[in-house]
């Protein structure tokens, strides 16, 4: 009875948080960062960090409904956006 309550209700929440903590600090380095920022290092991690939240919301969806394929389509490319938008961010602020 356990097993099954965790692998319903804990696992869809737990695989969630691993994009979601990704999207959080993407949102902490647009906040500490501050509006002196150059606006296309803002762009970069707002669009990265809406990313990896998509992401989030997908893979919670895919675990509770695992027959819904395009809901794995959607966190796999979303999640890689997340992460490319993310990595171009700290090179453009490494070049600037």
Do not use: D
Not at 51 to 73: G, N, Q
């Amino acid at each position: 009875m356990r097993e099954e309550f965790e692998r319903k209700y804990i696992t869809p929440i737990m695989y969630a948080s691993y994009p979601g903590t990704l999207a959080t600090l993407n949102l902490t380095v647009l906040q500490v960062t501050g509006p002196e920022t150059p606006g296309i290092v803002r762009i970069l991690v707002s669009l990265g960090s809406l990313a990896f939240l998509v992401s989030a919301f997908a893979v919670f969806f895919f675990v509770l409904y695992p027959f819904r394929k395009s809901l794995w389509k959607v966190t796999a490319v979303t999640f890689l956006a997340g992460l490319s938008f993310s990595l171009i961010a700290v090179l453009v602020i490494i070049i600037l």
